[in-house]
């Protein structure tokens, strides 16, 4: 691995040859196995790898976060010099939050409830002993500023649940920031968050690192933000370093197979599809070296389909849906109107994309479809028939046309319920006798790429992606004419996510069916769907052939969600950044 | 087997199983030990433990052995224990479910019932159905079972209250399962192991209330219990302290090893505690 001469000299952080052991028992013998890199002064490190590949092991192990069990084998972390991992608990206690910081991914559990954000800023000079209280809120107020929340007075006397997920992350990076550390870790910090939020908070992060020169470690398993932010990568699989350089060589000219499947099972770029046809996009002016990602034909643009232009599958008019909390004798009611005159039609063979942040009701648009919430206004016509109108059997009968395939592969499949079983039980519901519906599910486990000895095993012997093919087949038992498919890729990593997005395709061209795909992530619905819908605050902003929103979006919100994905830029010019609030 | 395992890393889960055993074989062995009636007078009242030899526990008041009563009421509080234990689950885990399933109305009238029940105290309210009924084992287990259902609708309610919103519960409420499979079939498998484990702890519970009724003299006039043998052997503490303390301990040892086993089967059926040990 060639190291870039740094003109500091001395690194800030050093890591020789550390190895974390795991537990007896866990499927490999070391959480990460000889690892060595280095951060110097005003560098931003991005650790990429896909979930259990160790890339946040090494940070727990420096903050001393290391789970229970796990414990280090060898090798030492010098952190100025000094081997963090040898430290005695004062000593490494003086030095977390001071010179060290760090940032967690989710921002909704990591502030106390209880506890007022300006005392939990505050909280942390105390617990160093630093300034008077009254100096610790005037410091407080001008970290919000920094972080640049908006409105910091009063969100310094705000509760946690009174912030959105994006101000409560800044709030952690003020929090982070307090003592000016040397080094910030920040781990998987924009996960959690909406696309135009994670742009957001990745300018943040930028911005502050360049303002203030210190070493940032960002771990995370997007290379989207690897693009958008990183100086040096370090690309991790089972707990081995596979390849690290500079982010553009890295990007560019991937050298291990790994790491090009990592950038290549990206969901098409949707960058490519905007920066190709030179006539719509002759005014922006593409970028000299664009991202390998980016460069490989034929990715990215939205696949064209012919027009299916037969009657209509489903049709939908002036669906309402207003969600209300009942309130105490001393509450308010609260209203949040989560859908609001949505109308459109899904032709059969069709994929329709619902794009939209959490809040846009899309969730709830999917489930009124299935049947699982009750629309409080509006018509849901399969065929011609009003599915909202239909009671007890009747829409019983009429479900299993509509299957739905769910988020959380592990949530999804009943624990105690075996694979076959778990498939078989819709059709002996409807009546199909319990031999022969076994039978079929064999073969659906086929049919989804299972082999048929799955159907006696209980779902936690599973991955997270052979789990979602399950719950595929078990949609796919009841021979459904439309699936609608809930953020069914957002919970695997990036390589199965590819994987269950083809298969999806395949089994949609195979038997007919038609496909309502709902995301929050705008490369995966260019990947698959044919048209668009993009929905905001319960209504449909944006709607029409895929590939042409992506080429030129009409509405405002859309060109943001657009703009915000990850690694659409090739470097982030530092004057947005400073001025992007946003 | 995996289970198993998982429940004998739990040592004091393990001794209590040893515990519950022996019990369990004198209650099983107590016709063959002792056939004669517990209520016989067979030697002088009084008797220290080992003062005669053939009564190695002594007798008490009225001159019975107090071995052949501790072997026969074993069988006696551990059958009460356990039948009053599985009438309560047959009544709370229905309404839980029920209550906790539907919601709305339905679950408002069935926890308003629930609380009418748990308004009262326990004791008081057994001692009252005990009264009524006239004392006899079925009046017993009747009152216990219905002094403590209460906890369990709680419990079943609001695991149901939780799970009928997993995503898998939705799967087969869309592939058209009717209400009674979902309850069933789906989410009644994943409430059983806090029912296990409260279930065990109500037998304790019950073994206690009925050593109670019996110890005011409540108790089925027909059979020998442990307590009975502390509620008349009472008044005599200071002479023959062994006449109460006897069955104490029996008592203790009882409820204890329960408690332990109830103990072992939350860790063994609590996969997240396993996993992290």
Known sequence: ?582 | MNFFKRFAQNRGALVGLVILGLVVVLALLAPLLYPDSPWRMVQRPFLAPGEVSGFWLGTDVMGRDVAAGLAHGAWVSLLIGLISTVVALAIGVPLGALAGYFGGKIDDALMRFTEFFQTIPNFALAIVLVAIMEPSTFSIVLAIAIVSWPPVARLVRGEFLSIKHREYVEAARLVGQTHRDIIIKQILPNTLSPVIVLASLMVATAILLESSLSFLGLGDPDTMSWGYMIGAARTVMRQAWWLSVIPGVAILLTVLALNLVGEGLDDALNPQLARAR
């Open chain 1, 1 to 582: 691995m060639s190291e870039p001469i740094q003109e500091s000299g001395a690194p800030l952080l050093r890591i020789e040859r550390l190895a974390l052991a795991l537990p007896e028992g866990a499927d490999r013998l070391y959480a990460v196995d000889n690892v060595s890199y280095d951060l110097t002064a005003g560098e931003i490190l991005c650790v990429v790898g896909e979930s259990g590949s160790g890339k946040s092991m090494t940070a727990n192990a420096l903050m001393g976060l290391l789970p229970t069990g796990v414990h280090v084998a060898k090798g030492r972390a010098l952190f100025d010099g000094q081997d963090v991992l040898a430290m005695d608990e004062i000593s490494h206690r003086a030095l977390r939050g001071r010179r060290i910081g760090m940032i967690f991914q989710e921002p909704m559990t990591a502030l106390n409830p209880l506890m007022r954000v300006g005392e939990q800023i505050a909280e942390v000079f105390e617990a160093h002993g630093l300034l008077t209280p009254r100096a610790r809120k005037e410091k407080a107020l001008a970290l919000l500023e920094e972080v640049r929340l908006p409105d910091p007075a009063s969100a310094l006397r705000a509760y946690p649940f009174e912030l959105s997920g994006g101000q409560r992350q800044r709030v952690m990076i003020a929090m982070a920031l307090a003592l000016e550390p040397e080094l910030l870790i920040a781990d998987e910090p924009t996960t959690a968050l909406d696309v135009t939020t994670q742009a957001q908070i990745l300018h943040l992060v930028k911005d502050l690192q360049a303002r203030r020169g210190m070493a940032v470690m960002f771990i995370t398993h997007d290379f989207g933000v690897v693009a958008e932010i990183a100086d040096r990568v370090c690309v991790m699989r089972e707990g081995k370093i596979v390849e690290m350089g500079e982010a553009r060589e890295v990007l560019d000219h991937p050298r291990h197979d790994y790491t090009r499947a990592l950038i290549d099972a990206i969901p098409a770029d949707v960058v490519a599809a905007v920066g190709r046809p030179a006539d719509v996009l002759a005014a922006v002016e593409r970028p000299a070296d664009v991202l390998a990602a980016v460069e490989r034909p034929g990715d990215a643009i939205p696949p064209q389909r012919d027009d299916k232009d037969s009657s209509p599958l489903l049709s939908i008019s002036g669906l309402d849906k207003v969600y209300r909390s009942s309130g105490g004798w001393f509450q308010p009611k609260r209203e949040v109107v989560a859908l609001d005159g949505i109308g459109f039609s899904l032709g059969k063979g069709e994929t329709l994309g619902i794009v939209g942040e959490s809040g846009s009701g899309k969730s709830t648009l999917g489930r009124c479809i299935v049947g699982l919430n009750r629309p409080d206004n509006g018509e849901i016509r399969l065929d011609g028939v009003d599915l909202s109108a239909l009671e007890g059997r009747e829409l019983r009968a009429h479900r299993r046309r509509i299957q739905m395939v769910f988020q959380d592969p592990y949530a999804s499949l009943n624990p105690r319920i075996r694979v076959g079983m778990a498939i078989a039980q819709g059709p002996i519901a409807n009546g199909v006798p319990k031999a022969e519906a076994l039978a079929q599910a064999q073969a659906l486990l086929a049919t989804v790429g299972l082999d048929g000895g799955a159907a006696e095993r209980y779902p936690h012997e599973f991955s997270g992606g052979q789990r979602q093919r399950i719950g595929i087949a078990r949609a796919l038992a009841l021979n459904p004419e439309l699936i609608v498919a809930d953020e069914a890729v957002s919970a695997l990593d990036v390589s199965i996510q590819a994987q269950v997005l083809t298969l999806l395709d395949d089994l949609k061209q195979k038997l007919d069916l038609s496909l309502l795909f709902i995301t929050h992530d705008l490369r995966v619905a260019a990947q698959i769907c044919d048209r668009l819908i993009v929905m905001q605050k319960g209504r449909i902003v944006e709607h029409g052939i895929a590939r042409e929103i992506f080429l030129s979006p009409q509405h405002p919100y859309t060109r943001e969600l657009l703009e915000a994905i990850p690694g659409r830029r090739d470097a982030p010019e530092p004057a947005t950044a400073a001025a992007g609030v946003l």
